[in-house]
């Protein structure tokens, strides 16, 4: 599958009938009206009014292949290029999102049918992360998806905890697809050992999809309110 590829299947798996997201354009890379941020990181950056509920919703459910720089600031990758062989500075974002719509059920199903489905990974081989106080995206994953618990970590704040896109704004628990890239990118080396002891230098387990579950409104003093609309904002890099 080619790049070209997986952007068309990607926006045909959320347009169509079943699943009914809007096919948004990609925003500027200057956000227009954020002050907050210098580029735009992430593929959610131009719906953040939407999550906050300070304008009317034009739909629900939206999906976009959005051009992000991460150059500076919160979320940048540029100390990271040239020290490992997977950050950039620029790259594509598949998401989908939900504006007071679906949320995790959906949204984790979804992300397992499109990967194993439309993308042709091997099931065996992928794993997931929950934060750790998120017993619902655990169940989702284990209970009905049917990923074997020897696939998935709990993980604290530092890496399951995503937001805001800048200093203020929607935030909430995540939940990462992971990849498993084979023995000869580290041998012996567990998934749980790799994401709980950051020792995976080889990159064997390589994150490639983010389920972010919108679920607070971070304010300027620190404190989190509960959003208007929490719902759904994945990402997927696409490099």
Not at 163 to 168: I, R
Request: glycine residues 10%; aromatic residues 14%; proline residues 7%.
């Amino acid at each position: 599958m080619k790049a070209n590829d997986l952007r068309r299947a990607f926006i045909a798996f959320f347009t169509d009938e079943i699943r009914q997201h809007r096919h948004v354009p990609s925003s500027p890379l200057v956000p227009p009206d954020d002050p907050t941020l210098l580029f735009t990181t992430a593929g959610m950056v131009q719906f953040k009014p939407f999550y906050a509920g300070t304008v009317p919703l034009p739909y629900k459910r939206a999906c976009s292949i959005q051009k992000c720089l991460r150059a500076g600031g919160k979320g940048s990758d540029l100390e990271n290029v040239g020290k490992t062989l997977r950050h950039h500075t620029f790259f594509e974002m598949l998401g989908n999102f939900s504006f007071g719509d679906y949320f995790k059920r959906e949204a984790l199903l979804w992300a397992w049918e499109f990967s194993t489905k439309y993308a042709g990974l091997d099931p065996e081989r992928i794993y997931a992360s929950v934060y750790e106080e998120d017993d619902e995206a655990w169940d989702i994953w284990t209970k009905e998806i049917g990923l074997p618990e020897s696939h998935m970590v709990r993980l604290g704040a530092k890496d399951n905890f995503w937001g805001p896109a800048g200093d203020t704004g929607a935030c909430g628990p995540c939940s990462e697809l992971y990849y498993d890239r084979g023995e000869k990118y580290g041998p012996g080396l567990t998934f749980q050992k790799a994401t709980l002891e950051d020792c995976d230098p080889n990159t064997r387990y390589i994150e490639y999809w983010n389920c972010v579950f919108p679920q607070f409104d971070q304010q300027k003093d620190g404190t989190r309110l509960p959003l208007k609309n929490r719902g759904v904002d994945t990402g997927m890099g696409l490099e």
